[in-house]
């Protein structure tokens, strides 16, 4: 059987005459589609025209991108939420301008050299291109309501939200701001674990944070943890679940390593949904489910709650 046929007829009429090497598709009973535009491939948009419209993955909706961008990229419809840079993200939940980020300018190192299909610095030079940010987080001290605090936002566009030395420091040095600032310390996760280019100096950070958050904690300072769609493995196994309350937005995917690595480590049969915020808020993992629009207001009663004992902030 002639296993490229399908690949050749299908890019707009042009014989491809394919090279012997050719490997044939993984499963040669279907198709593959052809790669037109790897590097730009936006698969929400692909259909339309770009800064128009969006189709909802979910309800498949169309939404009107200002109407998107108002409902804080959440569809009006079916409360599907978007993924949403950690710009945006601050922007929805500190008061204006009240926002001082530390640590701006820190950017990550390539430490041991990593080259594989691509090397770390490349990885890194077209990432802060691509996303106008420096690493996979953003910090600083802002005033959400009446209260100070020290807010860190993950931000998944950077090389998947990997949490590399530089997340490990900016989060330690936010959460050791927190603490000799009696400041709470509120950190927005989406990550897909630690990055693995940086080795154990990634691994590292997961204790680092860890233990700065104890230090937090015997200051009686509150630590609210926020998950969002994705929050997994290292991120997950540290800092992301260890609030002293964990709030998650509807419908995100939260785990530590992923379902078919389980289910081959246990020999069991999962149960369906069981790493989504709705199961793990039904078997006491986390807090709350806070829909995106009412995140501000439920964070400002949450601290209202956990700083009564305490002095309030002069408003
Ligand atoms: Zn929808």
């Not at 050299?113 to 030079?125: P, R």
């Not at 998650?248 to 995917?253: G, L, Q, R």
Request: aromatic residues 6%.
């Amino acid at each position: 059987m002639d296993t490229t046929s399908f690949v050749k007829k299908t890019i707009g009429g042009v014989q491809q005459v394919e090279p012997a090497l050719t490997p044939p598709p993984v499963n040669p009973s279907l198709p593959q589609k052809p790669k037109l535009d790897a590097g730009k491939t936006k698969t929400r948009k692909r259909d339309i025209p770009e800064g128009l419209w969006t189709k909802c993955p979910s309800c498949a909706t169309m939404i009107f991108d200002k109407e998107l961008d108002e409902n804080l990229q959440v569809c009006p419809k079916c409360q599907h939420h978007f993924p949403i840079g950690s710009r945006e993200r601050i922007h929805s939940l500190v008061e204006t301008c009240s926002f001082e980020e530390m640590d701006a300018a820190m950017t990550s190192v390539d430490v041991l050299n990593f080259k594989g299909v691509a090397t770390y610095k490349s990885k890194l030079d077209a990432y802060s291109k691509k996303s106008t940010l420096k690493d996979a987080v953003v910090t600083g001290v802002a005033k959400i309501g009446v209260h100070r605090v020290a807010l860190g936002v993950m931000d998944f566009q950077f090389l998947g939200g990997s949490m590399g030395s530089v997340v490990g420091e900016k989060l330690t040095r936010l959460i050791e701001r927190g603490t000799t600032g009696g400041l709470p310390v509120i950190i927005i996760s989406t990550s897909g674990g630690a990055r693995m280019y940086e080795g154990m100096f990634s691994l590292m950070q997961m204790a680092k944070t860890s233990a700065a958050l104890a230090y937090h904690a015997q200051a009686r300072l509150p630590y609210l943890s926020v998950l969002t769609h994705p929050t997994t493995a290292g991120v997950m196994a540290s800092y992301a679940s260890l609030g002293d309350l964990i709030l998650a937005e509807p419908k995100a995917m939260i785990g530590f390593a992923g379902p078919r690595v389980i289910k081959d480590t246990t020999q069991a049969e999962l149960p369906p949904g069981f790493q989504t915020s709705e199961f793990l808020l039904d078997h006491g993992l986390i807090d709350a489910i806070i829909p995106r629009q009412e995140m501000k207001e439920k964070l400002v009663t949450y601290l209202d709650f956990l700083t009564t004992q305490k002095t309030k902030p002069a408003t």
